[in-house]
């Protein structure tokens, strides 16, 4: 395994050029302009010594995303990205092209579209302690968070809050996995808080929901509203749902949903086999924090091995000895002006140790 290291102002995609399954890039914290990424190897972005601040000042070259990835296994965390846009209106912090991706301590906020993720029978993403905010172009088709036709979708401990006019969060998936979140509407104009338009199996748990007062649609979660297509069975249970739109619904839904065991608030129409909350509770709508990795420094090198090598004795290591290289390489150059890949090694070290 390699560990690359981009230096502040550094350049990300050649890290990603560089690397090969497996490998991870450390990318240090500081401010990342117009750096669009391509990922389609299974690696790692891991922001450093706080978070990965990515902005554009010119549209995506490819038309759709900060990050376009569509690796075996892509693994991103602390990366805070703003401000993509593009001329079809969907542009993404990132754009999902199939495999299996996980998110964690990002923070996407403000561009046309949260994530965007096309459809891949086999593929699975995981949103794990994010935050969407403010994502959207008002056109209604744009949301926080839009996931297509995926095998499984989890999203968890997260803050998804102040969608434009789309919705919180929108899921195709075959199996959909949403626990422990905060998703708000506040003061911001969404539609619905949670949609699976197509059904599937779906675990709506322990999550506490609020549909602002300037929400585009009255209900707060919508199941198979297009057509339940994926099939499945809906557990929408044990979740804080506080509505603060005078005509507002807990539930759409064209297929049986076990919706109970819910804390509801001006909800008077959605009452059975739930508890009715006698105020309205306070909500945190306080931003997550990023926690910044414990980078383990590289293990140390192997002793030398004294003997006989062939040309006189002294001291020799073979890296057929340790079968199990990591080597750590740092990228100090931002893209170039043209537009290319070039980028400096400025130092390199090839840790060779047992497994």
């Keep these: 395994m390699t560990i690359f290291t981009v230096a502040p102002g550094g350049n990300i995609q050649a890290a990603i050029d560089a690397a090969v399954a497996g490998d991870t890039i450390q990318v240090q914290a500081g401010t990342y302009i117009d750096q669009f990424t391509t990922i389609r190897q299974s690696v790692t972005l891991q922001a450093v010594n706080g978070q990965v601040l990515m902005r554009e000042t010119i549209q995506s070259p490819n038309g759709k995303a900060m990050i376009t990835e569509s690796g075996a ?31 964690t301590d990002d923070y996407f906020h403000n561009n046309q579209e949260g994530i965007l993720g096309a459809a891949d029978p086999n593929g699975n993403i995981s949103i794990n302690h994010s935050e969407f905010a403010f994502n959207g172009d008002g056109s209604g088709s744009t949301h926080n968070i839009y996931i297509g036709a995926i095998n499984s979708f989890t999203l968890t401990n997260s803050y998804i809050h102040d969608a434009i006019v789309g919705h919180e969060v929108k899921s195709r998936a075959n199996n959909n996995t949403i626990t422990g979140n905060r998703i708000f509407d506040n003061n911001g104009s969404a539609s ?12 709506i748990n322990n999550n506490t929901i609020e549909q602002g007062p300037n929400t585009q649609n009255p209900f707060i979660i919508a199941y198979g509203e297009e057509g339940n297509i994926n099939g499945g069975i809906a557990n929408i249970t044990n979740n804080t749902i506080v509505n603060d739109d005078p005509g507002g619904r807990a539930l759409l839904s064209s297929s049986p949903v076990n919706f109970s065991s819910n804390q509801l608030w001006n909800l008077p129409n959605d009452t059975t086999n739930n508890f009715v909350l006698g105020s309205r509770p306070v909500l945190d709508t306080s931003s997550l924090i990023f926690i910044d990795p414990v980078i383990p420094p590289p293990p140390p090198p192997p002793p030398p091995v004294h003997g006989h090598n062939g040309h006189g004795h002294g001291h020799h290591v073979q890296a057929t000895d340790f079968p199990n290289p990591m080597s750590a390489v740092t990228i100090d150059q931002a893209p170039s002006s043209h537009g290319g890949s070039n980028f400096e090694l400025v130092s390199a070290l090839v840790t060779f140790f047992h497994k």
């Design 73 to 103: 296994n892509v693994v991103i965390n602390g990366f805070d990205i703003a401000g993509v846009s593009v001329t079809d209106h969907n542009g993404a912090a990132i754009r999902y092209e199939g495999g299996n991706l996980t998110l």
């Design 192 to 203: 619905y808080s949670v949609d699976l338009p197509n059904g599937g199996n779906a675990s």
